[in-house]
């Protein structure tokens, strides 16, 4: 029974103390709520204030989609456990539904259609979910990686979705909200914040309550959550079913408003590794982490041409540039899963634990 | 339903069948690791990527075949041996969504090496097999089809008799079973692991050889292995013999839906037959075919 | 309270239980003790429903089952421990022990996400029973700590007070004391008295270590190689010359290596 009890007792051990990022606090402690609105009055004053135009639409907008995609497959991989590897998929469906949406249902609002994308890329979801939910393992990785090359297929086969277009790429519809013209970068960029920051707010808030601690309980012990009385399937069904709906939101943003046309290349098994890679060096199960990931893989290749290009030179072209690119990031993730599980998110703590001064408490 | 071409029929059920002993060779690298480890190694395509670009960029350079085999062989080893010691051993005692997604960013390390040492460009693999069919009874038959599947079917006999027979073999079912018994009666487990994965890198390489060969040595070949997860959710993710059924039955499938129900949606349903195939069978045999009813010890 | 009828269950060649018949009385402490291998976790097992007897049925008050409903159990008034601590790591002790109120929660997320009305109530009453709980096993002190970060002993108390705040009617304990120092074991008998005592839950102990079960329970029932060896008080236990031999001249060794 001892050696039972090591096993035990070094699986209790903390690699770090308790941070609060991971515990979600009925009520947060004043200083997040500083710190949360000192980051919205940047991101609301400043930057349409200081930014430029390249920096809105090439950066900070693209930033604000996968930082969103990333939020919504933490919520269900971080927090709920269960692995997805086709949030790509859900976001064309999401980008194409709204399309279709917005063009065959005359006077649909703007955001409405953004809604009914949400949705689509829900129910989508769910048909691709349900049969693995109700299994433990890998399943889900099957099945979403079933709905990736299904959902590419569809889009790229069946002419209907892109409006019969020769090219198969469509233009995305004018961005009016209320009768105000967004179609400049300022009003995108504030269009993509404030959607991403009200989501971003609801899942904070949800795993906050019973439902997020039961993706939670799920995750780390599915089969006390069923002895203690938490339906299980109900749960991930649930995670499934409101995560495709993010990313189906995230995939309207970036056809929308990042990249202003509509198109399946965009959205492939890549761009689905990618978010999940957003996520686990940002941080799983954190909120901040999809973000502190996001700014990392938006900012990443820029740094690194940049960087090929100032020590190799010319031999540093678009494939070694992709190369090194996959290199790196591999290499990240492997080193985040080992030394630091908890991503960005925790680096970051910790930073801001150093630079306190306040003295620390004895744990 | 008189002229029902039934040649045609049978050969493209050959050929499926044919493609299926392929995937099966991929999908029991899977089965190795995942059996003896719990760890679905996601990298096993980018390995076979690896293996490929490797032995071609060698006999390209002037290497005679038999030597740049070896090199090869001796390269997967020793990759296989790094990866279970600076990847796998950190975590050891992670739970497997942590280990599959270390796995997940492997791959991407293994094929941008790969292909920052040895270059972007396509390169065709030839094995010295002839590329006409055989007519068998008016039947067509791609004689490297039937080289490859046959040589697969070779290292899928060996390595079931390995895993049955031999001492080591012996060792890497009792880790998969229960591996703190397996510590009990002596049983070197980080020995066992990197013993595992030194095979599973050999496979690979077989592996690679092979699909190399057949659609040329380019950066989807590492995509091959996503077909590979189909076959072990039909066979079971601990199955060799399932490992070996599954391949088959999605090889055959996969074709006949292609060649019969593709023309009816457009064609290229080869992307996806396979998971959507597996998707229903998981509403009807979740466990697979042949994969062990876990018992849960609460 | 709960009764097991000729109980038989097998894992492949291996025979689990053969035959055991068991019955636990309203308010009572009753163990279940037996070397490993016995078969007590898959006793508990079957009450709760994670294995399906081959013969046999369980019977929770007067309700027949050839399994029980897992997802019931809550309904049924039935909570237990698990043997290997069975706790939400990502959650702080005080979220673990509200986790055991979940069954009651009838509020839809949506109105959680809102968090008006029925679900502010419902949060806020399981807050509260939660704390009593939690001040009751002396645990107030670490309640807002993340259990992955708390000590083996102190886990194990937060996995019994999840299994507490729900006012079960049986409560079933596997293995409570393994791993716990003679006196994390004193102070733990201590609590599980009080469970029973304050609350009147009926309480089915598995355990093996002899001298705890002996101090605490009502009955014993003694399992060997999957048969019931034995069943009664634990005098009559201790003079029972079928456990002595199969048991506890083992135990004995045990008790004087523990002091």
């Given at each position: 029974m001892s050696t039972l009890a090591c096993k035990t007792l070094a699986h209790s051990a903390?690699?770090?103390?308790?941070l609060a990022a991971n515990v979600p606090q009925a009520r947060r402690n004043w200083r997040q709520y500083t710190g949360t609105a000192l980051v919205l009055l940047a991101a609301y004053g400043l930057v349409p204030a200081f930014a430029s135009p390249y920096w809105l639409d090439a950066i900070l907008i693209p930033f604000l989609a996968l930082a969103l995609a990333g939020v919504g497959l933490n919520l269900l991989t971080?927090?709920?456990g269960q692995l997805s590897l086709g949030t790509a998929a859900f976001m064309a469906v999401g980008a194409f539904a709204a399309y279709n949406f917005n063009l065959r249902v005359?006077?649909?609002p703007l955001l409405g259609s953004f809604v009914l994308g949400g949705l689509s890329a829900t129910v989508v979801g769910l048909a691709f979910g349900l049969p693995s939910l109700?299994?433990?393992?890998f399943y889900l990785a099957v099945s979403t990686l079933a709905a990736q090359f299904f959902v590419q297929w569809a889009l790229t086969k069946f002419s209907w979705f892109t409006n019969n277009n020769a090219s198969g790429v469509i233009d995305a519809p004018p961005l009016v909200v209320l009768g105000v013209s967004l179609d400049n970068p300022t009003g995108r960029y504030l269009l993509a914040l404030t959607i991403v920051v009200l989501i971003t707010a609801l899942v904070a808030r949800l795993v906050r309550t019973q439902t997020g601690h039961n993706f939670i309980a799920v995750r780390d012990n599915e089969l006390a959550a069923r002895v203690i009385g938490v339906s299980v399937l109900r749960t991930k069904l649930l995670a499934f079913a409101i995560s495709s709906f993010i990313a189906g939101i995230a995939g309207v943003l970036w056809a929308?408003?990042?990249?202003r046309t509509v198109e399946p290349?965009?959205?492939n098994l890549d761009r689905s590794f990618q978010i999940l890679f957003i996520i686990i060096i940002g941080g799983l199960?954190?909120?901040?982490g999809a973000f502190f990931g996001a700014a990392l893989i938006v900012v990443f290749p820029l740094l690194l041409s940049r960087l090929g290009a100032l020590l190799f030179?010319?031999?540093?072209d678009s494939g070694v540039l992709d190369m090194s690119q996959r290199v790196v990031l591999g290499v990240l993730i492997i080193s985040f899963l080992i030394?630091?599980?908890?991503g960005l998110a925790a680096l970051w703590q910790r930073l801001l634990k150093k630079l306190s001064w306040r003295p620390h408490s004895v744990a | 339903m008189a002229d029902f071409d039934f040649a045609f029929l049978i050969e493209v059920l050959v050929g499926g069948l044919l493609s299926g002993v392929m995937y099966s060779l991929v999908a029991i690298g899977f089965v190795l690791i995942y059996k003896t480890s719990?760890?679905?190694?996601?990298a096993q395509g980018a390995q076979l990527l690896f293996a490929a670009l490797t032995f071609v960029s060698l006999v390209e350079r002037g290497l005679p075949f038999p030597l740049a085999l070896l090199v090869t062989f001796v390269v997967m080893v020793l990759l296989g041996l790094a990866i279970e010691r600076t990847v796998l051993r950190p975590l050891v005692n992670q739970p497997p969504i942590t280990l599959f997604m270390a796995t997940l960013g492997l791959s991407y390390v293994i094929e941008g090496v790969a292909q920052l040492l040895w270059g972007t460009q396509v390169h065709a693999l030839e094995l010295?097999?002839?590329d006409e069919p055989i007519d068998f009874h008016g039947v067509l038959i791609s004689q490297f089809d039937l080289f490859a599947a046959g040589t697969a079917a070779v290292l899928v006999g060996l390595l079931s008799a390995f895993f049955r027979y031999t001492h080591v073999g012996l060792a890497f079912r009792a880790v998969a079973d229960d591996t703190f018994a397996a510590i009990t009666v002596g049983l070197r487990l980080p020995r066992i692991w990197a013993t595992v994965w030194a095979t599973a890198g050999v496979i690979a390489l077989a592996a690679g050889l092979l699909w190399g060969a057949r659609l040329?040595?380019?950066?989807?070949?590492?995509?091959?292995?996503?077909?590979?997860l189909p076959v072990l959710v039909l066979g079971g993710f601990d199955s060799i013999l399932g490992a070996i059924v599954g391949g088959l039955l999605i090889g055959a499938c996969e074709k006949l839906a292609e060649v019969y129900l593709g023309p009816y949606v457009g064609g290229g349903i080869e992307s996806w037959f396979a998971y959507v195939l597996a998707l229903g069978f998981l509403l009807v045999k979740?466990?697979?075919?042949?994969?062990q009813k876990l018992v849960e010890r609460a | 309270m709960l009764r097991m009828d000729a109980i038989d269950l097998s894992f492949g060649g291996v025979h689990?239980?053969?035959?055991v018949s068991l019955s636990i009385a309203a308010g009572e402490i009753r163990a279940v003790i037996g070397p490993n291998g016995a078969g007590k976790s898959s006793l508990v097992n079957i009450i709760t429903g994670l294995y399906k007897p081959d013969r046999g049925s369980v019977w929770h008050g007067a309700q027949q089952f050839a399994q029980v409903p897992t997802p019931r159990l809550a309904r049924l008034g039935v909570a237990r421990t698990f043997q290997n601590l069975a706790l939400f790591?990502?959650?702080?002790a005080r979220d673990n022990v509200a986790m055991?109120?979940?069954?009651a929660t009838r509020s839809l997320w949506v109105e959680q996400l809102a968090g008006w009305g029925r679900a502010r109530r419902e949060r806020h009453e399981a807050l509260q029973r939660s704390d009593a709980i939690i001040e009751f096993l002396g645990l107030s002190a670490i309640?807002?700590?993340?259990?992955?970060?708390?000590?083996y002993g102190l886990q194990k108390r937060v996995e019994l007070a999840r299994a507490l705040v729900a006012r079960p009617r049986l409560l079933l304990l596997d293995e409570?004391?393994?791993?716990?120092?003679a006196t994390e074991k004193l102070e733990m008998s201590g609590f599980v008295r009080a469970a029973r005592d304050t609350y009147g839950t009926t309480i089915l102990l598995i355990e093996h270590d002899i001298g705890v079960v002996l101090g605490l329970s009502d009955r014993v029932a003694v399992l060997d190689y999957g048969r019931k060896i034995a069943d009664g008080t634990p005098a009559e236990i201790q003079r029972d010359p079928a456990v002595i031999d199969a048991y506890l001249g083992v135990a004995h060794e045990e008790e004087e290596g523990a002091r």
């Open positions: 903390p690699q770090a103390a308790p971080g927090y709920a005359s006077g649909l109700r299994l433990r393992g929308f408003v990042y990249l290349a965009g959205f199960a954190t909120i901040r030179g010319s031999w540093f030394v630091e599980p908890e | 719990g760890v679905l190694n996601f010295g097999i002839p040329g040595v380019q950066f989807s070949l590492s995509l091959v292995v996503l077909k590979a979740p466990g697979g075919l042949y994969g | 689990a239980l053969s035959d790591k990502g959650l702080s055991g109120l979940v069954d309640s807002s700590r993340l259990v992955g970060t708390l000590p409570p004391m393994a791993g716990m120092t």
